[in-house]
């Protein structure tokens, strides 16, 4: 009866189109209040403990590095490099969108960042060279989901705190499998160029040389922030710090396009991008406590031996709950979820929490591009003025690639992270 009550309000909840986070936080509460009894000031008390997580301190400060650069310079010199260096390939442009945005997700480390400040300058000028809107729209829609797979990434860091795994070991493992996607996704750009038989660019080395010196700041930004953090230099915190400085330094004083104005819009946007990231993390790691009391990880692994599921069976089972719940549930939510419910049953069969913790961002990534709650979907309907149905349609043939490179790191996990790591 307490149940059916509860999922009576969450369709309600659901139907009236509140927020994610009132969502989670209804059931989390609702399921406390009637099955755990536990006192309102231990919830708090444990949202609390959430909130002042060390790593969890890094979020804000890359949210405001992607900020930065996407009101910045930073972005265009970025696409003019990639332009420069692969414009002349069959689907050029697409293929050089591809390639800055898994150079902005590095700084970044957000997706829709990614896409927005990728896409506002290579989507009309691929418009303008007579692209299909199928292959402009998806190239950068796709292309930005890269952000949450390549290092620093704000899911890795969720997903590092929830699971207690090494952040820098995720990041470090994350690296391979981000260029392999990316040289996916480059491969759908070359093969759709190639099909539609569209212009290519004239190549200059003069210019590409030109391009690159002008990006040399921005383009040393990921070497500064990873190659500290793997050099053990600093930690995944200061990195996010030490990566704020130096994006003021290069848009401040040698760009010179951060005014007060545009700071001021900058701290703003980064303020609302964090306030609703962390009401996300709260609300669901307060269902993800109450999964916990539950027992629910013990009654997955006891599951998942009454099935005798080999390494592989188990992350192929994984894959399709997430790839279900990426359709009904954001990236960090399904994180914070479902992380800690699978994890008992990996160790028991020997799965590295690195490993998993990839194949989570890989196939929630997928996520991000799948309705109807996929939130790279919603921000190309918005940036870009289209139909559901057109961004779908767009980003299909670009989510092959990201599915094939899923499939290779369930097949092969060895070739691309140590599996005990």
């Not at 509140?18 to 209804?26: D, H, K, R, S, T």
């Not at 000028?125 to 950068?140: D, F, I, Q």
């Not at 470090?172 to 260029?179: D, E, Q, T, Y």
């Not at 994890?343 to 196939?363: D, H, K, N, T």
Request: charged share 10%; hydrophobic share 60%; proline share 6%.
């Amino acid at each position: 009866m307490k149940g059916a009550l509860i999922g009576v309000g969450i369709l309600l909840l659901l139907g009236v189109g509140v927020p994610l986070f009132v969502l989670l936080g209804g059931l989390g509460f609702g399921l406390f209040a009637a099955y755990e009894s536990l006192p309102t000031e231990a919830l708090v008390k444990y949202m609390l403990e959430t909130l002042t997580k060390p790593a969890l301190l890094s979020i804000p400060l890359y949210i405001l590095a992607g900020a930065i650069v996407s009101k910045g310079e930073t972005a265009r010199y970025l696409v003019e490099v990639a332009r420069a260096w692969l414009g002349w390939l069959p689907g050029g442009l697409a293929v050089a969108a591809v390639l800055a945005c898994m150079i902005f997700g590095s700084i970044s480390g957000s997706s829709p960042v990614t896409m927005i400040a990728i896409g506002s300058f290579l989507y009309p000028a691929m418009r303008k060279a007579g692209y299909p809107e199928t292959l402009a729209l998806g190239s950068v829609t796709v292309g930005g989901s890269l952000g949450i797979l390549i290092p620093p990434s704000i899911p890795m860091i969720v997903y590092g705190i929830v699971t207690r795994t090494d952040i820098e070991k995720l990041f470090l493992a994350s690296v391979l499998p981000g260029l392999w996607a990316g040289l996916l996704l480059i491969g759908v750009g070359i093969i759709l160029g190639w099909y539609h038989r569209l212009p290519r660019e004239t190549f200059s080395l003069k210019t590409a040389f030109q391009a690159t010196l002008r990006a040399v700041p921005a383009l040393g930004l990921p070497l500064v922030v990873l190659g500290g953090i793997y050099a053990g230099l600093y930690n995944v915190t200061e990195a996010a710090a030490i990566a704020v400085l130096y994006l003021f330094a290069i848009e401040g004083l040698l760009y010179r396009t951060l005014r007060w104005s545009n700071l001021r819009d900058t701290l703003a946007e980064a303020t609302t991008a964090l306030g609703s990231i962390l009401a996300i993390v709260l609300m669901a790691a307060l269902l993800s406590y109450f999964l916990l009391l539950a027992e629910l990880p013990f009654w997955v692994a006891e599951w998942v031996d009454s099935l005798k599921l080999t390494p592989f069976s188990f992350l192929v089972v994984v894959v399709g709950v997430l790839l279900v719940a990426g359709m009904v549930m954001d990236v960090l939510s399904a994180i914070l979820v479902f992380a800690p419910a699978f994890l008992p049953a990996a160790q028991q069969l020997g799965v590295s929490p690195v490993l998993m913790g990839l194949v989570f961002i890989l196939a929630l990534e997928v996520g991000y591009l799948t309705p109807p709650v996929g939130l790279n979907l919603f921000v190309a309907i918005g940036y870009f003025q289209k139909s559901m149905g057109q961004v779908v349609r767009a980003s299909l043939p670009f989510m092959l690639g990201l599915l094939l490179m899923l499939g290779l790191l369930l097949l092969a996990p060895g070739f691309f992270v140590s599996v005990g790591g």
